[in-house]
């Protein structure tokens, strides 16, 4: 169980496209996000000012990056900043290779946060989502599984904290991802980050991010056929050719947010 009403001061994101926030737009910069991550970082410097303390917050996360990215530059750049907590989510772009090595995979994993708590920081994991219900990722449901089992596992023997996204039945709600069905929409980032918030040890009104939404009209087997076809030539596409070129989505994107910065709790 989480150490109760714990405060930190620095704390530092690190990941691939969840973390950088997509498809949670940003209204106040073009082509930028906000996501679970900000939105945590607002819940934790509200409790640091509360209790009469400073709060600083980077996200070095960007998005299609490996883990090798995650765990390689970005870890270390994260722990050049001297945080006392770290939120690391990656591995989710190894696991859609269709030769992923779940068990290399968690060694990995394993191995960073060790890392990180060697240099002092708290850590923060998620599970992936459950995709049963996902009409092109519910085949990776088996991978997601034992992956939660694993980041379930390093974070019991090391001492880190978990989202558990995988329990989240309200991520399960089509409503709640963007067009791309790939990316959570910003009411899908506000309940991972209230499920951060918990998971850190701190209060929620567990209702408001876990309960699902109310049911959804059916929608005629015709209008769904139309729209996987739409969503196949917008996104699936693309994404397919990006694959084959070897390119990613990041190739020219840079972390938003390099270096702790104050945060406004509001």
Same mark, same amino acid.
């Given at each position: 169980?989480? *150490?109760r009403g714990k405060v930190w001061h620095r704390y530092v994101a690190i990941g691939d496209s969840f973390t950088e926030g997509m498809s949670d737009a940003d209204p106040a910069r073009e082509n930028s996000y906000v996501g679970w991550a900000d939105r945590l970082a607002s819940h934790l410097a509200g409790i640091a000012h509360r209790e009469g303390g400073d709060f600083a917050y980077a996200n070095l996360a960007v998005r299609g990056r490996l883990l090798a990215d995650v765990i390689g530059p970005q870890l270390d750049a994260a722990i050049e900043l001297g945080p006392d907590l770290v939120s690391m989510v990656g591995g989710g772009n190894d696991i859609l290779r269709p030769k992923a090595d779940l068990d290399a995979i968690a060694g990995r994993? *394993? !191995?960073a946060v060790v890392r990180l708590r060697a240099a002092g920081a708290d850590v923060l994991l998620a599970t992936p989502t459950d995709p049963v219900g996902a009409? &092109? &990722?519910r085949h990776l449901r088996g991978r997601h !599984?034992?992956?939660?089992a694993n980041i379930f596992s390093i974070a019991q023997q090391h001492g880190a904290y978990v989202i558990n996204q995988w329990g989240m039945k309200a991520l399960q709600?089509?409503?709640l991802w963007a067009e791309d069905r790939?990316?959570?929409?910003?009411e899908g980032h506000r309940r991972v980050a209230l499920n951060a918030l918990s998971a &850190?040890?701190?209060?929620t009104d567990r209702a408001d991010w876990s309960t699902p939404l109310p049911p959804a009209p059916p929608v005629a087997r015709r209008e769904s056929a139309a729209a996987n !076809? *739409?969503?196949a030539k917008t996104h699936l596409a693309p994404w397919v050719q990006r694959r084959l070129r070897g390119e990613s989505s990041g190739d020219t994107v840079t972390a938003k947010r390099p270096e702790l910065t104050p945060v406004d709790p509001t």
């Open positions: 169980m989480p *150490e994993l *394993e !191995a009409p &092109l &990722l !599984a034992i992956h939660s709600d089509f409503r790939i990316h959570m929409t910003t &850190l040890g701190h209060d !076809a *739409e969503w």
